[in-house]
């Protein structure tokens, strides 16, 4: 395997620095939220961000502790410690948890299960992030005020009046300090990373002045062990205790690495590899279990660094993680003294960040069975179990479907009975396989528009990226839902991005409303390239295309003038 690029090493060194940088604080941050310490945040960003780097499937990503794959180990840590009868068992519990996981993570790589992903319901995902970082925010209000939080979302309402009525000043002060500068730091400059400014700045007023805080306290130092006794829990009785906690982490941290490889490919206009990514991102998670570290997934925010600061290669990771690993050796003494305030400030701007504000804007403008879902996820997930949430998403949202496939099943016998005949087979398979000219490309669309149309279309598009314009004919689409909408508006996007003309043909009435409210009518493509039926979108296409000497389009046009 060729991990060594000199062509790239200078760009994947920078990258991978920078987003180790960028990763120091929140590793620890993590650890602490997990309930197992600073130390195990940084061996998991060092074991992951190493292991899946190599072996992972998409080049430019940066691997280690996430928020959501965090809430979801504190909660297994708490159980498991409660359940065991000493905290040595309860701890190789939850280490054999984050192994199992890892586990099922190759497994579902070795069965494809990776693909699978394109098709989960935009308003699934979008509910069960804004659940994660309403979680995170939630349970680091104990410890911005100065006290330990409990493991139960419902505690920290009901207990909530304790931790004010006794707050530590100090440490509420030093928390607010941290989020200030986290996000006003970078309106002043943005080379050095805001959340390493606010840790390292408001880490040392406790230095100067006299302050009776909590902190992080003693770092184990030198390298972590790997520890084989983790296995010594598993038995028979004890494997209901594991397997079904280890399908939650393997699943969400599925979701979350490759939701990350889909917006590293937007960056880097690569594709990954989805199957070989979820067996990197298990051998990372096993290994991260091995040395006492909690599990992780793809980042995304680390990501973005690591591509806009130069990472174009698999090095970039395995620089991160190297970096990671020589700062656990030479600075875990200091590291002892960072209040506990500081990192909860870190991770609200975190769980600040993960809340997904577009999709929670536009509720009232998707339609209703979409809003329904996503509001439905975002309180399982707050208040009731997270592995729950997205089934009982998924569960509504294939109702839901099924339901508007029947309406619309039942319109078609009567609606635009003008057009008379539908297309013939022929022209159907032709237009469904995308005609690809040297200038035009017509896209067909028959039934409902979801989440997994934008995938295929890029293929698709992708083989003749010098197109001039693009038509998506309407003709056939029953409904557009959340997922699709997106899906469309990226694609759009993109195409506009490259100045490519962008036509709608035969959109029926609701779905052009449905369309105007979330903004693609005429926010992105304008009501002047929206035409009743494919004739009138093709003589536009010709009008505009005829003075560049388009023999070819004209050509391609007239063979399209059914509508």
Not at 97 to 110: C, E, N, Y
Not at 389 to 417: C, H, M, N, W, Y
């Amino acid at each position: 395997m060729k991990l060594l690029d000199t062509r790239t090493i200078k760009g994947d060194l920078f990258g991978g620095v920078t987003a180790g940088i960028v990763a120091l604080p929140l590793a620890m941050a993590f650890g602490v939220q997990s309930g197992l310490g600073a130390e195990a945040g940084l061996y998991g960003a060092i074991a992951i961000g190493i292991v899946a780097a190599i072996f992972g499937g998409t080049k430019t990503q940066i691997s280690g502790p996430t928020g959501p794959m965090t809430v979801v180990s504190s909660l297994i840590a708490a159980t498991a410690m409660a359940q065991a009868p000493n905290p040595e068992i309860g701890l190789a519990l939850v280490l054999l948890t984050f192994f199992m996981a890892g586990v099922l993570q190759i497994v579902f790589g070795l069965t494809q299960v990776g693909k699978m992903v394109q098709f989960i319901p935009y308003p699934v995902v979008s509910g069960f992030m804004s659940g994660i970082g309403l979680i995170i925010i939630f349970l680091q209000l104990f410890p911005l005020v100065g006290h330990s939080s409990p493991n139960k979302i419902v505690d920290v309402f009901v207990n909530i009046m304790t931790p004010l009525q006794n707050m530590n000043r100090a440490a509420f002060m030093l928390g607010l300090l941290t989020i200030a500068i986290i996000y006003i730091f970078p309106r002043i400059t943005k080379a050095v990373p805001s959340t390493l400014v606010a840790l390292i700045a408001v880490s040392l007023i406790p230095q100067f002045v006299v302050m009776d805080i909590p902190k992080i306290g003693d770092i184990p130092a030198g390298l972590p062990h790997i520890n084989f006794g983790i296995f010594s829990g598993l038995n028979m009785s004890n494997l209901g205790l594991v397997i079904i906690p280890a399908i939650t982490l393997a699943a969400l941290g599925s979701i979350d690495s490759l939701l990350t490889s889909v917006v590293a490919d937007n960056i880097t206009k690569t594709k990954h590899n989805s199957n070989r990514e979820l067996i990197g991102q298990g051998l990372g998670n096993m290994m991260s279990a091995l040395v006492g570290g909690i599990p992780g997934a793809g980042a995304t925010m680390r990501t973005v660094v690591n591509v806009r600061s130069g990472g174009k290669t698999r090095i970039s990771g395995v620089v991160h993680g190297l970096f990671l690993l020589i700062v656990l050796l030479g600075l875990g003494k200091y590291a002892a003294e960072i209040p506990l305030a500081v990192l909860a400030g870190i991770l609200i701007t975190v769980g600040i960040g993960i809340i997904d504000y577009k999709g929670l804007g536009d509720i009232l403008k998707v339609p209703k069975a979409d809003a329904i879902v996503k509001i439905a996820v975002v309180l399982m997930t707050v208040f009731v179990d997270l592995l729950w949430a997205v089934g009982v998403g998924l569960v509504l949202s294939a109702l839901f479907f099924v339901k508007r496939s029947a309406e619309q099943g039942q319109e078609s016998s009567t609606i635009d009975p003008a057009n008379g005949h539908p297309d013939s087979d022929e022209e159907l398979k032709e237009v469904n396989e995308g005609h690809h000219g040297d200038q035009v490309f017509i896209q067909e669309f028959h039934g409902p528009l979801f989440f997994g149309f934008s995938s295929k279309f890029q293929e698709q598009y992708n083989k003749n990226p010098n197109m001039k314009a693009v038509v998506f004919r309407f003709k056939h689409l029953s409904f557009a839902d959340q997922s699709g909408m997106y899906a469309l508006m990226d694609v759009i996007r993109e195409l506009n991005s490259k100045n490519t003309w962008v036509l709608f043909s035969g959109l029926r009435e609701n779905v052009k409303e449905q369309f105007k409210k979330i903004g693609i009518i005429p926010a992105l493509v304008p009501e002047s390239q929206c035409f009743e039926n494919f004739e009138k979108a093709t003589l536009w296409l010709t009008e505009n295309l005829e003075n560049k000497g388009s023999k070819e389009v004209n050509e391609l046009l007239a063979t399209k003038q059914t509508n």
